[in-house]
């Protein structure tokens, strides 16, 4: 069983998509085990991006997670990274795969739509950046949903 981190970006957030990209994970079969909306100030935004700080995007990219409210969630399920990544799409929605969240709904490779943990390296970090464990469901009441 893995968790990752998935965030509705603000972009989404604004045109109304929340609701979209949570459905399409719970299809999957993955479960939420955590969920709550959040504002970013722009610092919090450079901290849990950081990894990208030498990147030319930086700050743009800081900017834009802060211009918002987010809605970030804990997502459980066997190789819930991977799979998350696969129905998120690539990073750039032109070469993302059709039918994916960020070819159907990114408008730029910036306001892509979606985050998603890269690794159980990053999930390890990001998880605890937005939760702290009375705010993720326990491992007992926290099974695989039922893929639709
Ligand atoms: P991800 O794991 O697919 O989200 O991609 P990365 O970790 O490489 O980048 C993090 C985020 O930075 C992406 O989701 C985009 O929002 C943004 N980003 C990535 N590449 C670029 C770029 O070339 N230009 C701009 N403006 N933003 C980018």
Do not use: W
């Not at 998935?6 to 109304?16: L, M, Y």
């Not at 743009?60 to 819930?80: D, H, I, Q, Y």
């Amino acid at each position: 069983m893995e968790q990752t981190l998935v965030i509705v970006k603000p972009d989404a957030v604004a045109r109304g998509l929340i609701g979209e990209v949570i459905r399409r994970f719970e299809a999957e079969g993955l479960t939420v085990c955590g969920l709550k909306m959040v504002r970013l100030a722009h610092t919090e935004a450079e901290g849990f991006y950081q990894v990208h700080r030498a990147r030319p995007f930086f700050d743009s990219l800081t900017r834009f997670m802060a211009s918002g409210p987010c809605v970030a969630m804990v997502l459980k399920g066997e190789g819930a990274i991977g799979r998350v990544r696969t129905l998120m799409g690539a990073t750039d929605p032109l070469q993302a795969a059709e039918g994916t969240l960020r070819r159907n709904f990114a408008t730029s490779i910036e306001k892509n739509v979606v985050h998603g943990s890269d690794s159980t390296t990053s999930a390890a970090f990001e998880i605890p950046y937005f939760f702290n464990q009375l705010e993720i469901r326990q491992p007992a009441e926290c099974g695989e949903t039922p893929a639709m």
